[in-house]
């Protein structure tokens, strides 16, 4: 079955970085369409960031471009969010998604952004 399994989340100071994972079982990883999401306490989900299966195309929600960097080690089946400048709003669960016959979400992990 497919699995999706998120991890290096903390505590980090403004300014500071992280790089998240998620590693990913049960489908065809090199050729998915994977994606970060965001969820801040009382806010909806948000999308991040994707990276399409093959090339390796990269997109970004504008708030996060220029610190976020999404990539993927197919022979890992691993995603990667880098992120640096870390800024309080960055704050919240972090989830990687993808997307088969309908969508697969992991349990997320949680990245809090304070002094």
Do not use: H
């Amino acid at each position: 079955q497919v699995q999706l399994v998120e991890s290096g989340g903390g505590l980090v100071q403004p300014g500071g970085s992280l790089r998240l994972s998620c590693a990913a079982s049960g489908f065809t990883f090199s050729i998915s369409f994977m994606s970060w999401y965001r969820q801040a306490p009382g806010k909806e989900r948000e999308f991040v960031a994707t990276i399409s299966g093959g090339e390796g195309r990269t997109n970004y929600v504008d708030s996060v471009k220029g610190r976020f960097t999404i990539s993927r080690d197919n022979a890992k089946n691993t995603m990667y969010l880098q992120m640096n400048s870390l800024k309080p709003e960055d704050t919240a669960v972090y989830y990687c998604t993808v997307n088969l016959r309908r969508n697969y979400w992991g349990q997320g992990t949680q990245v809090t952004v304070s002094s």
